[in-house]
């Protein structure tokens, strides 16, 4: 299992978090960090599912700043509209 944080070092240390849970629970996995790219983020998560030939996306989310991604279009929206393997949202 492959933990994704993209963007800043708040990224990298919210993936190493991840990662040192799935471990104390027997689940092993590693952490990935990669930079914020002009797609988005959206799309940096499924560029790196196709990379790593993932079978399914897992994915947190949250309601909030519901204006902004009506008008942009938010993360969520990208992954349920362009994923090409499942995903699990969980709120």
């Known amino acids: 299992m492959r933990v994704l944080g ?3 070092e708040t990224a990298v240390g919210d993936a ?7 471990h104390r629970h027997g689940i092993a996995s590693e952490a990935v960090w990669r930079s914020s790219s002009a797609g988005g983020v959206g799309a940096d998560i499924l560029a ?5 030939s993932a079978g399914l996306i ?3 989310v949250h309601g909030a ?3 902004r991604d009506r008008v ?3 993360v969520t929206t990208h992954l349920i ?3 090409a ?3 699990l949202l969980s709120h």
């Open 58 to 60: 897992v994915a947190g």
């Open 65 to 67: 700043r519901r204006l």
């Open 48 to 52: 790196a599912a196709d990379d790593f």
């Open 81 to 83: 509209a362009s994923a």
């Open 72 to 74: 942009f279009g938010g």
């Open 6 to 8: 993209i963007g800043d």
């Open 16 to 22: 190493a978090e991840a990662v040192g849970f799935l």
């Open 85 to 87: 393997v499942p995903g």
